[in-house]
């Protein structure tokens, strides 16, 4: 069966809305209601456009946008946790620890050494 993908403006809009409200809860109703799509159509699209599901993708948004924060800020874990539509820093740590097989604070100090020499 050829899966449908999302064209490329739906993608982008996608893309834009979520990024633009990573620090909250978002619903797959609200999501497909951005491009004007049905919730059922909006799933099968999506995953055929993104290669994952839509709570996956964003949550790798919200582990991308933590890791830009950890390398352009001071500001604690659990605050960037909670910026980043987290539920605390446990939740962020042990999600993070699955996705990049280290914790938060280690590949902070890590990637700075690396980015920001002494």
């Not at 409200?21 to 049905?38: D, F, K, M, V």
């Not at 993708?57 to 890791?67: D, G, I, Q, S, W």
């Not at 604690?76 to 939740?91: E, K, N, P």
Request: net charge positive.
């Amino acid at each position: 069966m050829n899966e449908s993908h999302l064209p490329p403006w739906a993608r982008e809009r996608l893309q834009r809305f979520i990024d633009a409200h990573l620090g909250r809860r978002l619903a797959i109703s609200e999501l497909a209601s951005a491009i004007g799509y049905s919730e059922s159509y909006f799933f099968r699209t999506f995953k055929a456009s993104f290669g994952s599901t839509p709570h996956a993708y964003v949550l790798m948004r919200r582990l991308e946008r933590a890791c830009e924060l950890m390398l352009a800020t001071d500001d604690a874990l659990s605050d960037i946790a909670v910026r980043c539509g987290l539920a605390d820093q446990a939740h962020f740590t042990r999600r993070f620890r699955r996705a990049f097989d280290t914790p938060p604070g280690e590949w902070r100090r890590r990637e700075r050494a690396v980015t920001f020499p002494p």
